[in-house]
């Protein structure tokens, strides 16, 4: 996107994206909790578990994906207009370092937000000791769809 001011096509963007993520069933298994939302940004949260580990203190990839898929999409959603909704339809990551900290915290951006298609990424964080350590970046595609109302 270009460094202009993002203006949201929903003023209500915020508490309708929120709503409708945290009533997924698998944000709610992941205890995904909202930090921050913007336009066209949004940071997010995902405590340890060791459900989620694949040895003791450190998280498998699966978890890793989920926060910056369900980021890099969020950021997406917050330029949707009212009515519609956004769900992946393509993802890359690339692990760069050990989620072994206490939580993920996840940055997601929009990179280009089309009508039907958007480009989206998101940067995933291990938190330890309260710093961040990068150890994932990637890039997604949604694809945003209008509820029709029966």
Known sequence: MSNRAIEPANPAYAEVLQRMVLAMPMARELGLQFRRV???????LI??????????GQLQATAIFAAADFAAVAAAGTLLPAGWINASVDCTLKIVGPADGEALLARGRIVDAGRLLSVCAADV??????????????????????????
């Open 38 to 44: 913007a336009p066209g940004e949004v940071d997010l």
């Open 47 to 56: 405590p340890y578990r060791d459900a989620w580990s694949f040895r003791p």
């Open 125 to 150: 964080f291990s938190v330890r000791d309260g710093k961040e350590f990068l150890c994932a970046t990637a890039l997604a595609t949604d694809r945003n769809i209008e509820v029709k109302s029966k």
